[in-house]
């Protein structure tokens, strides 16, 4: 099986600055993309930036020009560059690995569309 590990949430002041990372562990033998979304009280989770093994990227229109998303294809791991925070980023953060193909016992490959990381805590004070 795969399991996701998110590192780097914490308490920032607005306009701060803070980087995410997510590492992907397991059998892995490839993930078509990787992703983060986010999740406010009361609020639906949603899409915030998405990268592909391929490198295209796609954000959400509010942090365009403020979050970066990388990821490093050799070791399973997607980054999140998040400055000039702003009250509204807060959340919990979770990291998604999409279309996941991973070696199980005798050799055979398993696909599994999503995988989620347990998510962090983003809070940004004034």
């Known amino acids: 099986q795969v399991q996701l590990v998110e590192s780097g949430g914490g308490l920032v002041q607005a306009g701060g600055s803070l980087r995410l990372s997510c590492a992907a562990s397991g059998s892995i033998v490839s993930i078509n993309a990787m992703g983060w979304y986010r999740q406010a009280p009361g609020k639906q989770r949603e899409l915030v930036a998405t990268i592909t093994s391929g490198g295209m990227t796609n954000y959400q229109d509010s942090v365009k020009g403020r979050f970066t998303i990388s990821r490093d294809n050799a070791r399973n791991t997607v980054y999140l560059q998040m400055n000039s925070l702003k009250f509204e980023d807060a959340a919990v953060y979770y990291c998604?690995?999409?279309?996941?193909?991973?070696?199980?016992?005798?050799?055979?490959?398993?696909?599994?569309?999503?995988?989620w990381g347990q998510g962090t805590q983003v809070t940004v004070s004034s």
């Open positions: 998604n690995a999409h279309g996941v193909t991973y070696s199980g016992s005798h050799g055979i490959s398993y696909f599994r569309s999503d995988y």
